[in-house]
Protein backbone atom coordinates (compact mmCIF):
# COMPACT_ATOMS: atom_id res chain seq x y z
CA UNK A 1 0.00 0.00 0.00
CA UNK A 2 0.84 3.22 -1.06
CA UNK A 3 -0.29 7.51 -1.51
CA UNK A 4 -0.59 5.78 -5.19
CA UNK A 5 -1.77 2.04 -3.75
CA UNK A 6 -4.47 2.97 -0.71
CA UNK A 7 -6.70 0.74 1.08
CA UNK A 8 -10.39 0.60 0.39
CA UNK A 9 -12.48 0.81 3.27
CA UNK A 10 -13.99 -2.47 3.80
CA UNK A 11 -11.00 -4.02 2.83
CA UNK A 12 -8.37 -6.26 4.24
CA UNK A 13 -5.03 -5.12 5.76
CA UNK A 14 -2.09 -7.53 7.23
CA UNK A 15 0.03 -6.18 9.43
CA UNK A 16 3.65 -7.76 11.65
CA UNK A 17 4.99 -5.92 14.44
CA UNK A 18 7.22 -6.71 17.07
CA UNK A 19 7.69 -5.75 20.80
CA UNK A 20 4.77 -6.46 22.38
CA UNK A 21 6.64 -8.66 25.23
CA UNK A 22 6.33 -12.37 25.90
CA UNK A 23 4.27 -15.09 23.85
CA UNK A 24 2.78 -17.50 25.75
CA UNK A 25 4.76 -21.19 24.70
CA UNK A 26 7.28 -19.94 22.64
CA UNK A 27 10.67 -18.78 23.63
CA UNK A 28 11.48 -15.46 21.68
CA UNK A 29 13.27 -16.49 18.24
CA UNK A 30 11.84 -19.60 17.95
CA UNK A 31 10.71 -21.35 14.84
CA UNK A 32 6.49 -21.08 14.18
CA UNK A 33 5.42 -23.87 11.77
CA UNK A 34 2.06 -23.62 12.28
CA UNK A 35 -0.11 -20.00 13.32
CA UNK A 36 -1.23 -19.32 17.02
CA UNK A 37 -3.70 -17.16 18.20
CA UNK A 38 -2.22 -14.46 20.64
CA UNK A 39 -4.74 -14.93 23.42
CA UNK A 40 -2.31 -14.05 26.62
CA UNK A 41 -3.59 -10.60 26.53
CA UNK A 42 -5.79 -8.58 24.00
CA UNK A 43 -5.58 -7.52 21.21
CA UNK A 44 -7.00 -4.22 19.29
CA UNK A 45 -6.75 -1.97 16.32
CA UNK A 46 -7.63 1.29 15.48
CA UNK A 47 -7.23 3.18 11.96
CA UNK A 48 -8.81 6.64 12.45
CA UNK A 49 -9.80 6.23 15.52
CA UNK A 50 -12.60 3.58 14.66
CA UNK A 51 -12.01 0.21 15.55
CA UNK A 52 -10.85 -2.09 13.03
CA UNK A 53 -12.37 -5.43 13.31
CA UNK A 54 -9.94 -8.37 13.60
CA UNK A 55 -10.17 -11.90 11.93
CA UNK A 56 -6.34 -13.19 13.68
CA UNK A 57 -4.19 -11.90 15.92
CA UNK A 58 -0.99 -13.92 16.53
CA UNK A 59 2.12 -15.34 15.56
CA UNK A 60 3.48 -14.86 12.04
CA UNK A 61 4.44 -17.47 10.41
CA UNK A 62 7.91 -19.00 11.32
CA UNK A 63 9.02 -16.49 13.40
CA UNK A 64 8.18 -16.17 17.34
CA UNK A 65 8.63 -12.32 18.74
CA UNK A 66 6.45 -11.20 16.12
CA UNK A 67 2.79 -10.42 15.83
CA UNK A 68 0.55 -10.99 12.32
CA UNK A 69 -2.63 -8.90 12.27
CA UNK A 70 -5.08 -9.55 9.53
CA UNK A 71 -8.06 -6.77 9.94
CA UNK A 72 -10.79 -5.25 8.01
CA UNK A 73 -10.54 -1.64 6.97
CA UNK A 74 -12.97 0.68 9.11
CA UNK A 75 -15.95 2.10 7.03
CA UNK A 76 -16.43 5.49 6.73
CA UNK A 77 -12.69 6.51 7.35
CA UNK A 78 -11.99 10.01 5.29
CA UNK A 79 -9.08 9.47 2.36
CA UNK A 80 -5.99 10.03 3.29
CA UNK A 81 -3.39 9.11 6.02
CA UNK A 82 -5.31 7.57 8.91
CA UNK A 83 -3.36 6.90 12.04
CA UNK A 84 -2.91 3.32 13.05
CA UNK A 85 -2.69 2.19 16.77
CA UNK A 86 -1.78 -1.61 17.81
CA UNK A 87 -2.66 -2.43 21.12
CA UNK A 88 -1.45 -5.52 22.75
CA UNK A 89 -2.63 -6.05 26.64
CA UNK A 90 -1.35 -2.29 28.26
CA UNK A 91 1.47 -1.65 24.96
CA UNK A 92 0.27 0.28 21.92
CA UNK A 93 2.44 1.97 19.26
CA UNK A 94 0.57 5.26 19.32
CA UNK A 95 4.10 7.35 20.19
CA UNK A 96 5.40 6.02 16.72
CA UNK A 97 2.36 7.86 14.94
CA UNK A 98 2.28 5.43 12.40
CA UNK A 99 -0.15 5.65 9.57
CA UNK A 100 -1.60 4.43 6.03
CA UNK A 101 -3.04 6.02 3.36
CA UNK A 102 -7.07 5.35 2.69
CA UNK A 103 -9.02 6.06 -0.54
Known amino acids: MSAENPLEPGGVVVLFATGFGVWPDLPDGAISLIARSYTAQPVSLTMGGQPA ?51
Open 53 to 103: RLYYAGVAPFRAGMIQINAFVPEGLASGPQPVVLRVGEADNAAQQYSLPVR
